[in-house]
């Protein structure tokens, strides 16, 4: 009998230990960084110190080519593995008021965690044509006062700047950005279980799965 306590007692100090570090790892701030330069952008995940790029992809190297496909010439074929299900999207069932709602409510609990440490934006318009320059210049800097207050009170934001500039003599348009968002997953993961019924009838009611392959 005393056996068996003492592995019982082993066995839940393991999960306690599970758990608890789980708890730790899921409250680490993770977050995506994004910069661009001129059409040039690099995205990369960030786990507290660790950094994991995402884009652009990383090249992968060809595996070399048998003697065999050599000799033929020909690259190998490859057979595609069947699908048994495929899924498709009941627009019957859409209901946009319900999907604004929910989102809405997500978004509501969500915007408390999620920090924007950065965003910094400048942009310097040119074109060919002043008028036009000038034209995209009164745009741009009404979308920015609009946007940038929503941002203030929405999240937590700690470090921005946008400055949206016209250069009449130039002919093309400069831009760069740099913006970084993180939050808990453990504060999201919460979220997703608090809202899991709801999210998972409206899965099944806007999503079709059909046999794809028929059975003889």
Do not use: C
């Not at 919460?190 to 409206?202: I, P, T, V």
């Amino acid at each position: 009998m005393s056996v068996l306590l003492v592995i019982l007692a082993v066995v839940l100090g393991i999960v306690s230990f599970a758990l608890v570090l789980l708890l730790l790892l899921l409250s680490v701030r993770t977050g995506i960084e994004a910069v661009g330069v001129n059409g040039d952008i690099s995205v990369e995940v960030r786990y507290g110190p660790v950094r994991i790029p995402v884009w652009p992809p990383p090249r992968r190297e060809k595996g070399q080519p048998s003697a065999a496909q050599k000799e033929d010439g020909k690259k190998p074929w490859k057979k595609r593995k069947k699908k048994k299900y495929k899924y498709s999207l009941n627009r019957e069932e859409l209901d946009i008021g319900e999907l604004a709602d929910l989102t809405h409510r997500l978004h509501s609990d969500l915007t408390d965690t999620i920090r924007i440490s950065h965003f910094r934006v400048r942009v310097v318009i040119g074109t060919d044509d002043a008028a036009k320059t000038g034209i995209l210049l009164g745009q741009s800097a009404a979308v920015t006062g609009m946007i940038v207050p929503f941002l203030e009170n929405t999240f937590d934001m700690q470090d921005y700047h946008v400055d949206v500039d016209a250069d009449f003599e130039a002919d093309h348009t400069e831009w760069a950005f740099t913006v970084f968002g993180s939050l808990r997953p453990l504060w999201l993961l919460w979220q997703l279980l608090r809202h899991s019924g709801e999210l998972y009838r409206l899965y099944k009611r806007l999503i079709k799965k059909e046999e794809a392959i028929k059975h003889e």
